[in-house]
């Protein structure tokens, strides 16, 4: 049978327990942690900037006039004398005269159009022979005309013989003529000739990049249907972008009834553009002019419902590339003065925006936070329509360890 334990020695326990308890309740309690330093932050106070409005819109870079090379005669194709995608030069010219082929491309077997030119020389080399004699002939035929004629005169010769010395003469002209015919076909045909032995000769029809063949050497191509290899010119190069009706309504009240932007068909005003590529390089900078609309479609497409347009940008280093997408800023009124602050100072809650400002206290600097309305971007500023002057002073950096109401260290 077990043993029970006594109940005073369990009254003990407990008493001894609440003892122990109380005693580490009634101590001294642990030291409070100091408070972190005042994080170091920089101020920037906004700034009147001068800003020509913009509007922005996704684009596209495409090839300016691309040329698909066929071949001008037909036959074998016996050389390539480029690697795929290559940068060819186009021809040289002067008053409208090739001065220098471009590069050569291709070269089609010479050997018929070869013998095509030596046959054409020899038919002229004859075609001239057969005159000079045609010419003799003429010459022996009015001779004997005119023997004949004169026996006829003299009544000892009859009007037969007279007869057969006309029809002489006639057929010697009739043979001259036939003769002088022979030799401009035969000049034409040596022309053509030439001009065929050259077209085996395939050079690039404009400066570019050569895109990959669509034909192997050996093979047989037809003239003007074989698909031989397209030359993309890379520079200079085109921008296009859609602007949807409503846009474009606003543009054309701006224009022609506000007269807030200037009329883009003078073309000293020309609505100007900026691009800027998914790595974020904009071209020409925003301080510079940007490049001039040279194309606005004049009807809106129905199936899209929006209106084409267009501009040529300069390219000579290649950086830019057809196919590559584009964010397209374009002009939207006359320069202004606008209030600005860093972009980097702003962020986002609950789809309204903030920023934090210093506020001087007499316990020191402090962060606030301030809510905001901001209008377009450019050049990494933001443009600020309310909550912010130029007395505030922004907290431009080290964002993650304010937070409102704490202090701060001004660097």
Known sequence: MARRTPRWLVACLRLALCCVLVGFGCGKQAPPLAPPDAPQVAV??????????????????ITKDPVMVVPQVSGMLIRRAFTDGERVIGATRLFGIVVRPGTLLFEIDKVQFEADLKKAKADIAKAEADIKNSQAQIKLAEAEFARVDQAFKNSVGSKTDL???????????????????NREAAIAAEAKATENLHYCSIYAPTSGLVRQAKVAERSIVDAYKTELVEVSPVDPI????????????????????KKTIP??????????IWITTKNGRTYPPLDQPGQAVE???????????????????PNPSMILSGGDSILVRASAGAPREALTIPETA??????????YVAASTPDGDQAQLREIETGDSFGGLVIIEKGLTTADRVIVDNLLRVRPGIKVQIK
């Open 163 to 181: 007869d057969k010395a006309v029809a002489t003469v006639d057929v010697s002209k009739a043979q001259l003529d036939l003769a002088r015919a």
């Open 295 to 313: 194309f606005i479609d004049p009807e809106i497409e129905r199936r899209t419902g929006t209106r084409t347009i267009r501009a040529t940008f």
């Open 238 to 257: 085109y921008a296009l972008f859609d602007v949807d009706e409503l846009t474009s309504l606003w543009y054309r009240g701006e224009i022609y009834e």
């Open 263 to 272: 009329d883009p068909r003078n073309p000293t005003t020309p609505l100007r």
């Open 346 to 355: 702003v962020f986002s809650q609950q789809r309204k925006r903030y920023v």
């Open 44 to 61: 920037q106070s906004p700034a009147m900037r001068t800003y020509s409005p913009v509007k922005e819109f996704t684009g596209r870079l």
